[in-house]
């Protein structure tokens, strides 16, 4: 089975902070995701990486960046925190070629 | 850009009504199609998908038919139990790699 794991169910940070999101991957995968997820809105994509040191712009990249240094790690990055970032922040992972995502548990991260 | 819209929620049930969520689509091409769901303090899960006109994605006793006429996918089940509850998401793949999902639709099924 695949898993992937990120580092905190529960993260509670000031505004202004710099904050690392963490996902890890136990497969091969090339694909990596970060989403945020609000009430009403669905699932919104933030970052997309398909491959080492390659990222992308999603559809709301504004305030965030991504780091993506080894295939199975892929962090997301809040520069500078404010408390329109506080969501549940999904990271999600498939195969290249196939159709199928595997989500991480997510993170709910308030700002205060 | 592609789009996807579901039906709002939340939909509250009784144990072994029948489900319908809706979902229409809007994309250029041919989408793959897809139903997530997410349980409580879970990430998501695949539920069913579809991969061209007319397919018929099931699992677990839900289904849902790609048509392409209407632009829809919609969820159904015949009779839902209170393990169902939990919010499901109708997405698609344009074949750019990256999911586009709707807003959401959170399903409560009263015993």
């Known amino acids: 089975d695949v898993k992937v794991t990120q580092s905190s169910r529960y993260l509670v940070k000031r505004t202004g902070e710099k904050v690392f999101l963490e996902c890890v991957q136990d497969m091969d995968h090339e694909n990596m995701f970060w989403y945020r997820q609000d009430p009403g809105l669905g699932l919104r994509l933030i970052y997309f990486?398909?491959?080492?040191?390659?990222?992308e712009k999603g559809d709301i990249p504004e305030g965030y960046s991504v780091s993506r240094e080894k295939k199975e790690r892929f962090s997301l990055i809040l520069e500078s925190a404010s408390t329109n970032q506080t969501s549940m922040y999904l990271c999600a992972t498939y195969l290249r070629g196939n159709t199928e995502a595997f989500f991480g548990q997510g993170t709910r991260l308030t700002v205060v | 850009g592609d789009s996807v819209t579901q039906m709002e929620g939340p939909v509250t049930l009784s144990e072994e009504a029948f489900l319908t969520i809706n979902c229409t689509y809007t994309a250029t091409g041919y989408p793959s199609l897809f139903w997530y769901v997410q349980y409580p303090g879970e990430g998501l899960q695949l539920l069913l998908k579809a991969t061209k006109a007319d397919d018929k994605g099931s699992n677990k006793g839900f289904e849902a038919t790609y048509r392409k006429e209407t632009t829809s996918f919609h969820l159904e089940k015949g009779s839902v139990q209170v393990s169902d509850s939990a919010v499901y998401f109708c997405a698609l793949d344009n074949q750019g790699g990256k999911l586009i999902f709707g807003q959401g639709t959170e399903l409560s099924v009263k015993p």
């Open positions: 990486s398909y491959d080492v040191k390659m990222k």
